[in-house]
């Protein structure tokens, strides 16, 4: 019987136990939040500024501590990971701006396998593969830095650092929130065929419901640091509450401003 | 002789003082790199202690270079045998230097490291950086356009800064705006300042450059925290190299002459040294040029083991005793206050008084028909008055000699010294206390005024040395006695125009006058001490 758990809970690539997280001035992020993360599925979450899903996103590489319940990675609390080898298994992708202005694109894409001690040619050639999948041609761009690159190519970049090291689970925090729509959907495509091919267990933040339906496994919608509800696009379509109407809403008419049908 | 041609005439002398300088301010500023950037870095991480350092670093900038050379010069503070602080030379110099160029290096690395992106650090933070890999990879890095300006501020204000070392011996091009101020030459003033400028701009230019490149981005080897750590170890050892070389090393051997910063002290000065190597064959290290009271606290700190005191300088100035107006009376009080007070011992006076001198323009004394200064505090109401900072504050300085004659001045300004004389002279101020040995007197057509109440006490030149350099060396006694009266006032007067208005070394002068009284200096050739 135990054995039995054990292996569902292998199953689960992050596991988030009844965490809660509050901030020192006593503000509550996150209300006794559960939710499980298969390895291979892409969870996103969903929900407006200020729900928590970015907070819940940095418990998993422990950039926070969760103040109550406990978050598993790959059956391990992350209080019992070392912070270091935790964040090199898990790439991590942030807007634009996360990139280094200082480094040029092979170097950006090639950090964490220089951290992780590849040496140099090896790292250069991750680099050029990695530039080559997500769309750039390694000729023109390795050597420009991010300052000389649109915000579509800076983005791309971002992916393509965070899978350098192959890691098992990819984080990514609104990656396509400040791109121009046409561009956005160029490469939310390119993102999804690139998803298929990696079979990475994903977590993937947006408020941009099309997106979520889009690259989804199943979507998680939170609201003032609550899940709200948890299951498949499908499942979505079909709930009755509030705040998920409002959210199919925006997808039914992808411009609200034009007035009512 | 215009700039130019002093330049190429004297550029084997400009060029030794350029490379004081440059090292002065090379050194200074590289300690205060290694001091400054950890400093700076360790704030970011512990910032509660951000505001009390800064505002230590920010209250050094404002204390006055002299007040912190009176400061520094009688502290002892060794690391295995080396003496990091105190004492007169290149090692306070470059102390002072460092205090001074901390703040805008700490602040900037503060600053700069402060200001980096918290999105790029959390994303640092995220790809699995661990705290020095952050800080070495990303943080430096980023922060390093603004950290540079920083060293670029502070090696312009160490520039500007460093022309103060010539006050404690230090060298450095600020010896030629000191002896231009001095002997009231505007070539010499210039030929410090401009390279002195030259420099600045040089230094600013250049890390302005460094600042734009660095602040762009910098290469893959710059990234790794081995290449800092190299860089800042090149930088140590170069520093603990350069100190080993201003550490002079102790040899007993050494007799030490110092002399303040006046013309007549340092002939004084190099007569001392001459008499000594002609008569002993010891070697003279020759420590002049020292501000202030600076001479004295070398002699207690046994930087130097004598200079020429003048008796009533000593009496007021420094044993802070009522001034007496007895010649003898002076000698001797001020022999056992230095005997049982600080262990230095008062030998024979070398003859001449230099007391004040209360100086008018010739033309003004003849005009008015002046004398004494009882003729002229009638004029006091409608004259401006001009006194050196030391005239002002000493107790048998002004204001003892206003209530002596009863003086109301229209207006008092105090300033150096040495521009005393050229504000007299361009009637920018109508009398001004000189020294009665000055050779300006006689340069200038001014008229010294009689002392007819006697306020100034005796100010007779005698050579004061360190009891335990005579135990030393005894042979140092003889040598001094033979100084004995040598020197009259006339003399004296003669000797500083010859330096100040003919222009000529003072090494060259004493040469020439010992040579008259019957010194052998045959032996003495060859031996010229450090500066």
């Known amino acids: 019987m135990l054995f039995v758990v054990k292996m569902a809970e292998a199953q689960q690539a992050i596991d988030f136990r009844s965490v809660s997280f509050r901030l020192p001035n006593g503000k509550t992020l996150l209300h006794a939040l559960d939710l499980q993360v298969s390895a291979g599925e892409t969870l996103v979450l969903l929900g407006r500024s200020g729900c928590g899903k970015t907070t819940t996103l940095k418990l998993i590489n422990r950039l926070l501590d969760p103040t109550g319940g406990e978050v598993v990675v790959e059956g391990r609390r992350t209080t019992d ?7 090199r298994r898990i790439g991590y992708v942030i807007q634009e701006i996360g990139l280094f202005p200082h480094f040029t694109v092979e170097d ?8 992780e001690g590849w040496e140099g040619e090896r790292v250069r050639t991750r680099a050029r593969e990695l530039l080559e999948m997500v769309g750039l041609d390694p000729e023109r761009f390795a050597a420009r830095y991010p300052r000389e690159l649109s915000g579509g190519q800076r983005q791309r970049v971002g992916v393509a650092r965070a899978l350098a090291a192959d890691p098992p689970i990819l984080l990514l925090d609104e990656p396509f929130g400040a791109l121009d729509p046409i561009t956005r959907r160029e490469i939310q495509a390119e993102f999804r065929s690139l998803q298929k091919r990696l079979g990475k267990t994903m977590v993937f933040v947006t408020h941009d419901v099309g997106e979520a339906f889009l690259l989804a496994s199943r ?7 609550k899940v709200v509800l948890l299951g498949k696009p499908g499942d979505f379509l079909a709930s009755r509450e509030p705040e998920v109407q409002a959210f199919v809403a925006c997808l039914e008419n992808p411009n609200p401003s034009a007035g009512a049908a | 002789m215009n700039l130019w041609e002093f330049l190429l005439h004297n550029r084997a002398e400009v060029s030794t003082l350029t490379l004081e300088h440059l090292f002065l301010v090379g050194i200074s500023t590289g300690i205060a790199i290694l001091i400054g950037v950890p400093l700076g870095i360790l704030l970011t991480r512990w910032p509660s202690a951000s505001k009390p350092i800064l505002g230590f670093a920010n209250i050094m900038q404002t204390v006055p270079s002299l007040a912190l050379f009176g400061f520094l010069i009688p502290l002892n503070i060794y690391l ?11 090692r306070t110099a470059v102390v002072a230097l460092v205090l001074y160029a901390l703040l805008p290096i700490v602040r900037n690395t503060f600053t700069g490291i402060s200001g980096v992106d918290p999105a790029i650090r959390e994303a640092g933070k995220g790809m699995g950086m661990t705290g020095r890999q952050l800080l070495f990879q990303v943080e430096i890095p980023l922060a390093l356009g603004v950290i540079i300006a920083g060293v670029r501020v502070a090696t312009v204000i160490s520039v500007g800064t460093a022309t103060i070392a010539a006050a404690i011996d230090a060298g450095g091009l600020g010896r030629y705006i000191f002896r231009g101020l001095r002997m009231n030459d505007n070539t010499l003033i210039l030929a410090g300042a401009v390279p002195a400028a030259v420099m600045a701009l040089a230094a600013d230019f250049l890390l302005g450059w460094v600042e734009r490149v660095f602040g762009r981005g910098v290469g893959g080897w710059l990234r790794s925290w081995r290449t800092w750590i190299t860089l800042g170890a090149i930088v140590a050892a170069l520093a603990v190299w350069l100190a080993l070389a201003i550490s002079p090393a102790k040899t007993g051997e050494r007799i030490a002459v110092g002399s303040k910063d006046f013309t007549e002290q340092i ?6 040294a001459q008499a000594i190597e002609s008569k002993t064959g ?3 290290q020759r420590r002049f040029d020292l501000g202030g009271s600076l001479a004295h606290e ?3 700190a046994g930087e130097i083991d004598l200079y020429v005191e003048y008796t009533g300088t000593a009496l007021t100035a420094i044993l802070k005793l009522p001034p007496l107006s007895d010649p003898k009376e002076v000698y001797r009080r001020v022999k056992d206050e230095y005997a049982a007070r600080f262990g230095l011992e008062w030998t024979e006076p070398v003859g001449f008084n230099n007391t004040f001198a209360i100086l008018v323009r010739g033309d003004d004394a003849r005009r008015l028909k002046l004398k004494t200064v009882t003729d002229a505090a009638r004029y006091a109401p409608k ?13 048998d300085g002004y204001e003892g000699f206003a209530r002596a004659y009863g003086l109301k001045f229209a207006e008092l300004r105090e300033m150096d010294l040495s521009l005393t004389y050229r504000a007299l002279v361009d009637k920018q101020v109508d009398l001004i206390a000189g020294n009665s040995t000055d050779g300006l007197i006689a340069r200038h057509d001014l008229f010294q005024l009689e002392d007819d109440r006697r306020y100034f006490p005796p100010y007779d030149a005698v050579p004061v040395v360190r009891q335990e350099a005579l135990k030393r060396r005894p042979e140092i006694r003889a040598a001094l006695k033979a100084l004995g009266g040598l020197i009259s006032v006339e003399e004296m007067r003669q000797l500083n125009f010859e330096v100040d208005g003919g222009r000529r070394a003072a090494k060259d002068v004493v040469e020439e006058f010992l040579q008259n009284k019957g010194f052998d200096l045959g032996s003495a050739q060859g031996v010229k001490g450090g500066m």
Do not use: C, H, T, Y
């Not at chain 1, 990971?81 to 964040?87: A, E, G, K, Q």
């Open chain 2, 298 to 300: 070398a002699l207690l």
């Open chain 2, 282 to 284: 010891l070697e003279v």
């Open chain 2, 267 to 272: 002939i004084l000065g190099e007569i001392v």
């Open chain 2, 383 to 395: 004259w401006r008055a001009g006194f050196g900072q030391d005239f002002m504050s000493r107790p």
């Open chain 1, 108 to 115: 950006n894409v090639g950090v964490v396998p220089r951290l």
């Open chain 2, 80 to 90: 295995f045998q080396i003496r990091l602080v105190g004492g007169i030379g290149a």
């Open chain 1, 81 to 87: 990971w070392d912070p270091i080898r935790l964040r």
């Open chain 1, 219 to 225: 979507i998680a919608l939170l609201k003032d640091g």
